[in-house]
């Protein structure tokens, strides 16, 4: 991981976040991006819903942001997304681990996601924190792609 990943903001989301989170996934998913009422219906949802925005200092917009589903001893992983020009510094990595830390402060042992099979950057980024295969979701995708169903253990 890169050492410039110091001067980022990390905050929750509000609702004026919500044009910058369309632009950052709308690049970061350009095939099936979620909409604006999308992004209005998950904010909407807090707080079972968690979202966390990071912005790069000196940049417009945002740079990335994620988001967690949180109830019983169980989270699942919303979204991930860091936008195109801030990827390999480590945003990813300090968001997710972000959402691990809501997930523990709300009280949940593991947390799931789900990823395409093909998605290697992102396969790769969820083994080395420690997140194992469930089971295989065969041709989940539109696409016909398979979807992985991740897990991971919280420490205590
Ligand atoms: C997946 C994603 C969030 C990673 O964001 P990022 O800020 O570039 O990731 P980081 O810089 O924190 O890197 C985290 C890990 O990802 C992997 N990774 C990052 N860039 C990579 C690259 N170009 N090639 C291979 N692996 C890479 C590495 O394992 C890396 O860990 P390491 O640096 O300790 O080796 C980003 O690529 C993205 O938004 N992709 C499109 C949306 C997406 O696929 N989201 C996940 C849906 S489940």
Known sequence: MSEDVAPELMRPATWRDIPAMLA???????DEPWDEAGLW??????????????ARE??????????????G??????T?????????????????????????????TSVLLEVRSGNEVA????????YELVRTRERYYRSGEDALVLRKELDA
């Open 80 to 108: 991930l997304a860091v936008h195109p020009r801030s990827r390999g510094r480590g945003l990813g990595a300090l968001l997710l681990g972000r959402l691990h830390e809501l997930a523990r402060d709300a009280g949940a």
């Open 24 to 30: 950052v996934e709308r690049a970061a998913f350009p």
């Open 58 to 71: 000196g940049h417009d917009g945002l740079d990335g942001y994620a988001g967690l589903d949180v109830a």
């Open 123 to 130: 396969r790769r980024l969820y083994a080395a924190r420690g």
């Open 73 to 78: 001893d169980v989270a699942d992983v919303m």
């Open 41 to 54: 219906a998950e904010l909407a949802s807090r707080p079972r819903r968690a979202y966390v925005v990071a």
